[in-house]
């Protein structure tokens, strides 16, 4: 992959002047990037939504954050808003791109905290990848047609619904995949205000890393943040916001060719030097060897 000076951010593609935030994507349209935005896919780019990438046919890598994760058929990739990701080039995939809001999938009559709930986002605790065993593979399937379906039809007083119904099915019988895949996953009583915390720390990461900050934020003290990040993460709260900002600098140096500097700057340091020191500490490299080994 290329590297960038800068990170681009890409909004949702609001492929046929829909009303409501989502769109459905096939392979043929991502490789001949035939989308509404003037970013090159098949470079890193942040997403400002939701994304689930489907395979139908075909393998390959799929490239989110500084990692590769492969694929094959009946592979789900679940891309987070603001995670780094880039597409393969590959005519031999067959696959369907959906992209959505959470307000989309949380709005409406059938509105819950259906986000907040899924494990299927949160890629600081598992993998993005889910594979489906053959017999399961009629069932996303016809969903996904029938939204695909859906959405390329004039729309109606029933379009929105429908599209946000099977997505939510989709979503729905892919958290049980995950939990069946994965005997030892249980929901804690935490899980919501776990997520509550997350998006405090995308926010705030490169201005606040004091745990006081966060607590003080979501009206708790420090004491049960540490209690909520020790049963979700195994790790106290400072562990787990060092982590974070970690990772975001790794983004920084692997996809962009900003300087060390402008990155130090970037992510909340006011001494380049201080910056080095940090990342040294929690990855045993300097910023300059990161760049290198990756």
């Known amino acids: 992959m290329k590297v960038e000076k800068h990170i681009p951010g890409v909004d949702l593609p609001n492929l046929h002047n829909k009303a409501f935030e989502f769109a459905i994507v096939s ?3 991502i490789l001949d990037s035939n989308l509404p935005t003037t970013h090159d896919p098949f470079r890193p780019h942040r997403i400002r939504f939701y994304a689930i990438l489907f395979i139908l046919e075909g393998e390959g890598k799929h490239f989110v954050d500084f990692k590769s994760y492969d694929y094959k058929k009946g592979s789900i990739i679940f891309i987070a808003k603001d995670q780094v990701q880039a597409f393969q080039s590959n005519d031999a995939r067959e696959a369907y791109f959906l992209l959505f809001t959470e307000n989309f999938i949380e709005r409406g009559s ?11 986002y949160n890629y600081h605790l598992y993998s993005p990848v889910i594979n489906l065993e053959e017999e399961q593979m009629n069932i996303f399937k016809s969903l996904v047609y029938r939204i695909k379906k859906e959405y390329d039809a004039p ?3 029933l379009t929105e619904e429908i599209i946000q119904s099977s997505l939510k099915i989709f979503l729905g019988i892919s958290e049980r995949v995950r939990k069946k895949n994965q005997s030892t996953l249980s929901i804690s009583k935490y899980q919501i205000e776990f997520n509550q915390f997350q998006n405090l720390l995308n926010k705030h990461l490169f201005n606040s890393r004091q745990v006081q ?5 979501m009206g708790m003290s420090t004491k049960k943040l540490n209690r909520i990040t ?17 990772l975001e600098i790794k983004r920084f140096l692997m996809n962009t060719s900003l300087s060390i500097k402008e990155i130090s700057y970037k992510t909340g340091f006011e001494d380049p030097t201080n910056f080095v020191k940090y990342f040294k500490k929690y990855t045993e490299l300097t910023p300059i060897d990161f760049r290198k080994k990756y």
Not at 111 to 119: A, I, K, T, V, Y
Not at 213 to 217: I, V
Not at 231 to 244: A, G, R
Request: charged share 25%; net charge negative.
């Open 155 to 157: 729309d109606d007083n």
């Open 213 to 217: 900050f966060y607590a003080n934020e």
């Open 27 to 29: 392979n043929k349209e």
């Open 110 to 120: 059938l509105s819950s905290h259906l986000m907040q709930e899924l494990s299927l």
């Open 230 to 246: 020790q049963e979700l993460m195994n790790k106290p709260v400072k562990t787990y916001i060092n982590d974070s900002l970690i």
